[in-house]
């Protein structure tokens, strides 16, 4: 009676951590889709900021150092975003997390947790990442369950064979 408690006490806990794992890992993809949203609204934003500074009327009654100055630095800010869109947008879908990591602008990743809505996985994307998601929540349960379970455990008994 206690063995078959503890087995379906296993089996709800593995299945509760593996639920978590893969609605965590099926909103960090979602976290992704509307990072890269609001991150191609501040490259069109920046662009256009660009093209309004090299043509735009007010800009042309500047002097040119005045105007040279703001060029560059709206030049520089729509390479910056343009490098962090192609890096993220442009990175295989299983790597796409590791590019994130590596060139997400704080800012912009400040504003998309602001604004943050879940969604359920409804592309190919989010189910892969809920799918890695709950492998990576059955590995890690796994961990930790078998140092756990090799200290409870019985010492085995050995059973002897009588000869004759």
Known sequence: MASWFWQKLDL????????????????????????IQRLSADVDEAQAHLTDVRTGLRYRVMGDTVRAE??????GTYTTL?????AV????????????ARHSDTA????TR????????TTIG?????FIGMIAGFVAYEAVKFPVMFLVREPRRRKFRRRG
Do not use: C, M
């Open 12 to 35: 709800f806990l593995a299945a509760a951590v593996i639920a978590l794992a893969g609605v965590a890992a099926s909103q960090s993809h979602e976290v992704l889709v509307q990072y």
């Open 70 to 75: 703001l060029e560059a630095e709206a030049q």
């Open 82 to 86: 343009k490098r962090e869109q192609d």
């Open 89 to 100: 947008a442009g990175a295989n879908p299983l790597f796409r997390p590791l590019a994130f």
């Open 108 to 111: 912009i990743l400040a504003n």
């Open 114 to 121: 602001r604004a943050f809505r879940p969604a359920a996985p």
């Open 126 to 130: 989010g189910w892969l990442y809920t």
